[in-house]
């Protein structure tokens, strides 16, 4: 590991840090977008328990698979970290403050969000942005999870989206994968074919418990959503950056759409899955305050 600075002309970068000690160390306008998936403030440590199934030849595993096969169950490392902050918002204001400041002129922030907070963050980042710079609010709905039976089941996140300067932010939705017609016979078979731009709701999975995306970090987000993100807002060769990386999907999507990218978490557990999953395409580094 190394104490490595970033550069414009440098390699991508995992840095296990404190962000808010990294930072500051990073100069003006040096990313064209931001994406940040911050602790949701649940009140609640978020654990994700790795497992895996082995065929047992001689039937006698503990699950029972596609016709019949029997296999048995291997649990490998608990992934954990808190999520319950005394005061939320003197964490988040500081750093949110820092995106701000290392968006570039035509830059964008997207901060992920739940119910919880949300709506305060909203003020927040109009303050600090400006509400002018406001750009959208994305709802990301999913079909997993709660099953309230005393009110409506939560099936959704948040996602404010702010740009530096509204006259100048770099914004291609050609860029984007499309979604099928929900009522595709009220359009021309060429449509059809083509598909809609998406809208500012986003039905996508979650992360399969059993797929190939999946690292076993808790609150891992899938690439396709993310995909969006970096395909909309930045173009190949641009930066990105995710102060609170966890497993890492934002510099696993930018890799492969051709963007550079800074992923930046102080969990060692977080550093040792994005260097299996990103370590072919960025160096590790570290950051020692003074």
């Known amino acids: 590991m190394t104490d490595t600075v970033w550069a414009p002309d440098g390699s991508n970068l995992v840095v296990h840090a404190d962000n808010a000690e990294y930072l500051p160390t990073l100069p003006d306008g040096a990313f064209t977008l931001i994406y940040v998936d911050p602790p949701f403030n649940t009140g609640r440590p978020q654990l994700r328990q790795e497992t895996r199934m082995v065929a047992n030849a001689g039937g006698s595993g503990d699950r029972v698979g596609f016709k019949g096969r029997s296999y048995d169950t291997i649990k490998g490392a608990l992934h954990r970290y808190d999520d319950a902050f005394s005061d939320y918002w003197s964490f988040l204001e500081p750093r949110l403050v ?3 400041r290392l ?3 035509d830059g964008t922030l997207y901060l992920h969000l739940d119910y919880r907070e949300v709506h305060y963050a909203k003020v927040m980042l109009d303050a600090i942005f400006g509400r002018e710079c406001f750009l ?3 709802i990301w709905a999913y079909d997993y999870g709660a099953r309230a039976r005393n009110r409506w089941p939560t099936k959704h996140d948040n996602i404010l989206v702010y740009v530096k300067n509204p006259a100048k932010y770099h914004f291609d939705n050609a860029e984007v994968d499309r979604e099928p017609y929900m009522a595709p016979g009220l359009v021309t078979p060429a449509k059809r074919e083509l598909g809609k731009l998406p809208t500012d709701v986003w039905w996508h999975t979650i992360v399969s418990p059993t797929g190939k995306e999946k690292t076993g970090y808790p609150t891992q987000k899938p690439e396709g959503l993310v995909r969006r ?3 909309a807002s930045s173009r190949p060769g641009d930066w990105c950056l995710d102060f609170f990386a966890g497993s890492g999907t934002l510099g696993a999507v930018a890799a492969k759409l051709g963007r550079k990218f800074v992923c930046v978490d102080q969990n060692q557990p977080a550093i040792d ?3 299996k999953r990103l370590g072919a ?4 580094a570290s950051h020692q305050p003074n």
Not at 281 to 284: G, I, K, M, N, S
């Open 229 to 231: 993100v970096v395909a």
């Open 281 to 284: 395409h960025a160096t590790l």
């Open 273 to 275: 899955i994005m260097l």
């Open 98 to 100: 820092e995106a701000w």
């Open 103 to 105: 968006l570039a002129d």
């Open 136 to 138: 959208n609010e994305i």
